[in-house]
């Protein structure tokens, strides 16, 4: 599944709050307002949502007034998010690092090598699980795929979480 972002549609959640399972009020409201059904969302109803858990920042390189640090989002999950803010991980989908940034790509950044993603999949498939689990899980996913070095040069790991509704989804 490809990971796609627009970063003027999003909310943005601390690590540590999105590691506890529950948005607040406000950016619960928030993203309820984002989802493209929000007219036809019953109170109770839950939402899916793309969570961006590792995305990196570029440096910028000049500046300006409005210029923007580039964005990449390497790694994500779907999350089902409640009318009182309560997240959880979808139980049949793993978190997933975007393949455009694993070598064999013609990507100008890349992360990884796909073998080696492949290879821990493998060895290491996903069972599924509390919030915690899964990001454990995907912690270690990502370790083994970064390797040592972690970052491309001229890129830092941005410490948020990016909301986003997934496409007409109502859990």
């Known amino acids: 599944m490809k990971i796609s972002f627009s970063r003027d549609n999003l909310v943005a959640l601390d690590e540590e709050g999105f590691e506890k399972g529950q948005l607040p009020p406000d950016k619960t409201q928030a993203l309820r307002k984002m989802h493209p059904a929000s007219r036809d969302l019953a109170p109770d109803d839950s939402i899916i949502a793309m969570a961006g858990i590792r995305i990196l920042l570029g440096q910028v390189s000049h500046s300006t007034e409005h210029s923007r640090q580039p964005a990449l989002f390497c790694m994500a999950m779907l999350v089902n998010v409640s009318p009182g803010g309560t997240i959880e991980p979808l139980k049949d ?79």
């Not at 070095?149 to 509704?165: H, I, M, S, T």
């Open 93 to 171: 989908a793993p978190p997933w690092i975007n393949r455009e940034l694993l070598e064999p790509s013609d990507g100008d950044v890349l992360i990884g090598d796909l073998a080696t993603m492949d290879t821990w999949l493998q060895l290491n498939p996903f069972e599924g699980g509390s919030l915690g689990k899964t990001l454990e899980w995907a912690e270690k996913l990502w370790n083994a795929v970064t390797g040592e070095d972690g970052l491309p040069d001229g890129y830092e790991l941005w410490e948020r979480v990016a909301l986003q509704p997934a496409e007409a989804s109502i859990g």
